[in-house]
């Protein structure tokens, strides 16, 4: 037992200590990043020269005017609105049905409902599409809590030269916002499970192609050799195993904290659902099943040359589902995406992806992981069955 | 004591060996002798159990088998070195993986990294190495962890002439009562120095299995110098068995002792010759002789 802790330690230095691997690690976020936020910068760009028009349903009738007056306030370097509210009335309202339609059809980008509560932390509810970007909607909820701010203290007794002293600002209430991208796809949900299977695959491929590379080395040098009359096969398979995914981990935890750095630092959102935990969960078991699957097919390799050729298979494999991103999101129950689901290499990254269109039941994500859990075992044991073997081929 | 029983090893429709039965005692140093595809390699896997043999087994004294991965001691032909790492990170790794602790690997490997004038390349990449110290850095792995059996497969490829001496003494050092040394080396002077023992191997097969000792006792022919400044075909001389050119002259190979004054008078009639000298065939002679014949 102590041997497979000294070989994961060991691969896991040695590869971790690496130039090339600390430029990727820190590199790659930002290019994420950068994928990421620049449409967006290019979004706000074209939507501030355009208004974006903001349906208001008021049922309790008491917010409007101060909402017209944040909206009015709100304009850009060039004096012009952002946002257009469209005021539908107060009480009674009919034909709901039809500014839900509206907001289907984008002719609004984005729908505020005020309800009748006593408690103001639940009655507000703004519902949009993809009209709206991340940082329009954090400015939508910014306005619409002044505004309600002002109305409350505005009911209360206080004096007018207190009531001008304290700054509506400071209250904060949590709105609840529907996205309603692509025929009801949590826009969110749906950039979060993108992120898990671009972190997958580019850390499977990353790592698992060096491993591949060293294990090719350690085979043409004879240092499995030496390995193998220095420990069982099975150490050093489950060593390997082990180094590789630490070392696969390490990237995914440094990517995690850049991500919460930069979510935190331009004040996106981050609520942590359910979704959000089993993604993560197959995440990590995906990573772990991935590569194994690359020290299996690793330990095949007869040369360099070799190598990259089985590299590049997996490659191709591993990048399926986002290849096929469109068609697993919008088609979950195709055969297609059973095969990728059911396909090892593939697996993990579509169930992420299927749990971001919202199919997934808790009955299914024990039957995933369970498959995971299947699918490591059975690599592991054909792979121990071989493994001496195909190290000493050369 | 290790026995290999009737082993027999075939890749494909390749025989690599074929009936092989040897003992191999402790105490001594075996060396391992035959040309390229003898069946050294395979031999020598099956030995590491790093292959399995299609029929026969080998034997291991219950010390040896008992604690096997920690008791032997390899050292592969090719340089097996992690070339991205430090010496002393790579020398303590194997030392981990062979169950030694911190303590014991500084204890063993101090004078060893004293004695092979490895001090100064510690902290250095073994990449960044001369071929001979990188020989040397292996060596040393091989053996800080004091193995009952040793497998030194070519363990002087790349070292200079004083490094050779160093290793050469090291070597030396290492016998002991309980412990098995097998070498195999294509400098069959070291071997002839080194070792007690020599195996000889030809396509599969053993072809001779003798103390060095014996070898030279029990010799099947004789060997003599004749230097000349002529060229000379021997192959018409009557009783010569085989014949090498050398700097000076020829050394030829005869059966029978008596037979070189005969051999003398016919080749007077043709050649000047200088001086007739009889020499100790060396394990070399010895060796390539088994090969020819065989």
């Given at each position: 037992m102590n041997n497979i802790f000294h070989i994961a330690g060991w691969e896991y230095f040695q590869k971790v200590k690496r130039i090339s691997f600390i430029l990727y690690l820190l590199l790659f976020p930002l290019f994420g990043f950068g994928l990421i936020y620049f449409p967006q910068l290019l979004s706000k760009n074209e939507v501030s020269q355009t208004p974006l028009p903001v349906g208001f349903i008021d049922y309790s009738g008491e917010h409007i005017n101060n909402l017209k007056h944040e909206f009015d306030s709100n304009v850009d370097d060039n004096f012009q609105p952002e946002f257009i509210l469209i005021n539908f009335g107060s009480k009674n309202l009919s034909g709901i049905n039809d500014i839900v339609e509206m907001l289907d059809n984008q002719d609004l980008a984005a729908l505020i409902q005020i309800f009748e509560s006593n408690i103001p932390s639940n009655n507000i509810v703004v519902s949009y599409n993809s009209l709206l970007n991340s940082e329009e909607l954090i400015q939508l909820e910014f306005m619409i809590n002044k505004a309600v701010n002002k109305s409350l203290l505005s009911k209360s007794n206080l004096s007018d030269s207190l009531l001008s002293a304290i700054n509506p600002n400071i209250i904060s209430r949590k709105i609840k916002t529907t996205s309603l991208v692509n025929n009801g796809l949590n826009m969110i949900q749906f950039t979060i499970g993108l992120i898990f299977v671009l972190f997958l695959s580019s850390i499977t491929i990353f790592s698992g192609g060096l491993f591949i590379r060293s294990l090719s080395e350690e085979k043409t040098n004879r240092l499995a050799e030496i390995l193998l009359t220095s420990v069982k096969a099975g150490e050093l398979l489950m060593g390997k195993i082990l180094g590789l995914f630490l070392f696969a981990l390490t990237q995914l935890i440094v990517w995690g904290a850049i991500g919460f750095f930069i979510m935190n630092e331009f004040g996106m959102k981050n609520d942590f659902s359910l979704e959000f935990f089993y993604q993560t969960l197959f995440l990590v078991t995906g990573i772990f099943l991935n590569v194994t699957i690359f020290i299996s097919a690793g330990s095949f390799v007869k040369s360099e040359q070799n190598s990259q050729q089985i590299n590049g298979y997996l490659t191709i494999l591993i990048l399926l589902p986002l290849i096929f991103i469109a068609h697993i999101i919008n088609e979950p129950g195709s055969l297609f995406t059973s095969f990728l689901t059911f396909f090892p290499l593939t697996s993990a990254s579509t169930i992420i992806l299927k749990i971001s269109s919202g199919t997934f039941t808790i009955t299914s994500v024990v039957l995933y992981l369970g498959l995971q859990v299947l699918y490591f075992i059975v690599t592991v044991l054909i792979t121990s069955k071989y493994f001496k073997r195909s190290l000493l081929i050369n | 004591m290790i026995k290999f029983q009737h082993i027999s090893k075939s890749f494909k429709k390749i025989k690599?060996?074929?009936d092989i039965s040897v003992d191999i005692e402790a105490g001594n140093i075996v060396g391992v002798l035959g040309p390229n595809g003898a069946g050294k390699t395979t031999l020598l896997r099956i030995l590491l159990k790093l292959i399995n043999p299609d029929s026969g087994e080998v034997l291991y004294p219950q010390t040896l088998k008992s604690n096997f991965h920690n008791n032997i001691g390899y050292l592969p032909e090719e340089k097996g070195l992690y070339k991205n790492s430090k010496v002393m990170d790579f020398l303590k790794y194997f030392s981990k993986l062979k169950g030694l602790t911190s303590q014991e690997f500084y204890y063993y490997s101090q004078p060893l990294i004293e004695k092979l004038n490895l001090n100064r390349y510690l902290d250095q990449n073994i990449g960044t190495l001369s071929k001979g110290n990188q020989q040397k850095v292996q060596l040393l792995s091989t053996i800080v962890h004091n193995p009952m059996l040793l497998i030194l497969d070519e363990p002087f490829t790349g070292l200079d002439i004083v490094n050779l001496e160093i290793v050469n003494n090291i070597i030396k050092s290492l016998?002991?009562?309980?412990r098995i040394i097998l070498l195999s080396t294509h400098l069959i002077d070291f071997a002839e120095i080194l070792c007690d023992r020599v195996i000889f191997l030809n396509n599969g097969k053993l072809i001779r299995d003798a103390a060095v000792t014996e070898l030279k006792n029990d010799l099947e022919f004789y060997q003599y110098e004749i230097l000349t400044k002529d060229d000379f075909d021997f192959f018409d001389v009557p009783n010569v068995n085989d014949f090498i050119k050398i700097d000076d002259g020829y050394k030829i190979n005869i059966n029978n002792k008596n037979d070189i004054s005969g051999i003398i008078k016919f080749l007077a009639e043709t050649i000047t010759i200088d001086e007739v000298k009889k020499v100790e065939p060396t394990i070399k002679d010895i060796f390539l002789r088994d090969i020819s014949n065989k």
């Amino acid at each position: 037992m102590n041997n497979i802790f000294h070989i994961a330690g060991w691969e896991y230095f040695q590869k971790v200590k690496r130039i090339s691997f600390i430029l990727y690690l820190l590199l790659f976020p930002l290019f994420g990043f950068g994928l990421i936020y620049f449409p967006q910068l290019l979004s706000k760009n074209e939507v501030s020269q355009t208004p974006l028009p903001v349906g208001f349903i008021d049922y309790s009738g008491e917010h409007i005017n101060n909402l017209k007056h944040e909206f009015d306030s709100n304009v850009d370097d060039n004096f012009q609105p952002e946002f257009i509210l469209i005021n539908f009335g107060s009480k009674n309202l009919s034909g709901i049905n039809d500014i839900v339609e509206m907001l289907d059809n984008q002719d609004l980008a984005a729908l505020i409902q005020i309800f009748e509560s006593n408690i103001p932390s639940n009655n507000i509810v703004v519902s949009y599409n993809s009209l709206l970007n991340s940082e329009e909607l954090i400015q939508l909820e910014f306005m619409i809590n002044k505004a309600v701010n002002k109305s409350l203290l505005s009911k209360s007794n206080l004096s007018d030269s207190l009531l001008s002293a304290i700054n509506p600002n400071i209250i904060s209430r949590k709105i609840k916002t529907t996205s309603l991208v692509n025929n009801g796809l949590n826009m969110i949900q749906f950039t979060i499970g993108l992120i898990f299977v671009l972190f997958l695959s580019s850390i499977t491929i990353f790592s698992g192609g060096l491993f591949i590379r060293s294990l090719s080395e350690e085979k043409t040098n004879r240092l499995a050799e030496i390995l193998l009359t220095s420990v069982k096969a099975g150490e050093l398979l489950m060593g390997k195993i082990l180094g590789l995914f630490l070392f696969a981990l390490t990237q995914l935890i440094v990517w995690g904290a850049i991500g919460f750095f930069i979510m935190n630092e331009f004040g996106m959102k981050n609520d942590f659902s359910l979704e959000f935990f089993y993604q993560t969960l197959f995440l990590v078991t995906g990573i772990f099943l991935n590569v194994t699957i690359f020290i299996s097919a690793g330990s095949f390799v007869k040369s360099e040359q070799n190598s990259q050729q089985i590299n590049g298979y997996l490659t191709i494999l591993i990048l399926l589902p986002l290849i096929f991103i469109a068609h697993i999101i919008n088609e979950p129950g195709s055969l297609f995406t059973s095969f990728l689901t059911f396909f090892p290499l593939t697996s993990a990254s579509t169930i992420i992806l299927k749990i971001s269109s919202g199919t997934f039941t808790i009955t299914s994500v024990v039957l995933y992981l369970g498959l995971q859990v299947l699918y490591f075992i059975v690599t592991v044991l054909i792979t121990s069955k071989y493994f001496k073997r195909s190290l000493l081929i050369n | 004591m290790i026995k290999f029983q009737h082993i027999s090893k075939s890749f494909k429709k390749i025989k690599a060996l074929d009936d092989i039965s040897v003992d191999i005692e402790a105490g001594n140093i075996v060396g391992v002798l035959g040309p390229n595809g003898a069946g050294k390699t395979t031999l020598l896997r099956i030995l590491l159990k790093l292959i399995n043999p299609d029929s026969g087994e080998v034997l291991y004294p219950q010390t040896l088998k008992s604690n096997f991965h920690n008791n032997i001691g390899y050292l592969p032909e090719e340089k097996g070195l992690y070339k991205n790492s430090k010496v002393m990170d790579f020398l303590k790794y194997f030392s981990k993986l062979k169950g030694l602790t911190s303590q014991e690997f500084y204890y063993y490997s101090q004078p060893l990294i004293e004695k092979l004038n490895l001090n100064r390349y510690l902290d250095q990449n073994i990449g960044t190495l001369s071929k001979g110290n990188q020989q040397k850095v292996q060596l040393l792995s091989t053996i800080v962890h004091n193995p009952m059996l040793l497998i030194l497969d070519e363990p002087f490829t790349g070292l200079d002439i004083v490094n050779l001496e160093i290793v050469n003494n090291i070597i030396k050092s290492l016998r002991s009562p309980d412990r098995i040394i097998l070498l195999s080396t294509h400098l069959i002077d070291f071997a002839e120095i080194l070792c007690d023992r020599v195996i000889f191997l030809n396509n599969g097969k053993l072809i001779r299995d003798a103390a060095v000792t014996e070898l030279k006792n029990d010799l099947e022919f004789y060997q003599y110098e004749i230097l000349t400044k002529d060229d000379f075909d021997f192959f018409d001389v009557p009783n010569v068995n085989d014949f090498i050119k050398i700097d000076d002259g020829y050394k030829i190979n005869i059966n029978n002792k008596n037979d070189i004054s005969g051999i003398i008078k016919f080749l007077a009639e043709t050649i000047t010759i200088d001086e007739v000298k009889k020499v100790e065939p060396t394990i070399k002679d010895i060796f390539l002789r088994d090969i020819s014949n065989k």
